[in-house]
């Protein structure tokens, strides 16, 4: 995919969150959890995160109905594979738990981010 294009796509899902997606970002930004800073819509090679965590290495997707389809469970498999091959870890929750359960949720995220060890990546440009 082309980087513009790849670009304006993020900019456009940053503008246009799921309700869950925006739930979410009260509670992960301005380093609300545990002093970890997120990004939103992050880009990932050809992949866009919802959320993530360049420090600890953490992509934090949710998932809605859409994910549930067997095409969208295989391609969320493809996603998962490429995302820890470049060495994320992967958080997932569904958009009923983030409505239902946004602390237990936040519980969660929070070992994982805890469980792995910073990672500093040099700037480059």
Request: net charge positive; with cysteine; proline share 2%.
């Amino acid at each position: 995919m082309d980087i513009d294009i790849q670009r304006d796509r993020a900019r456009s899902l940053r503008r246009n969150m799921t309700s869950a997606e925006r739930k979410l970002w009260v509670a992960l930004k301005k380093r609300a959890l545990g002093g970890f800073r997120f990004q939103r819509q992050a880009e990932i090679g050809p992949y866009i995160a919802d959320f993530l965590c360049r420090e600890r290495s953490v992509v934090v997707e949710i998932d809605g109905a859409t994910h549930s389809s067997e095409s969208a469970v295989a391609a969320d498999r493809c996603r998962t594979a490429y995302l820890e091959a470049e060495g994320y870890a992967v958080f997932r929750a569904w958009n009923a738990d983030v409505y239902e359960n946004l602390n237990g949720v936040l519980e969660g995220l929070l070992k994982v981010l805890e469980s792995r060890q910073p990672v500093f990546r040099r700037r480059i440009g």
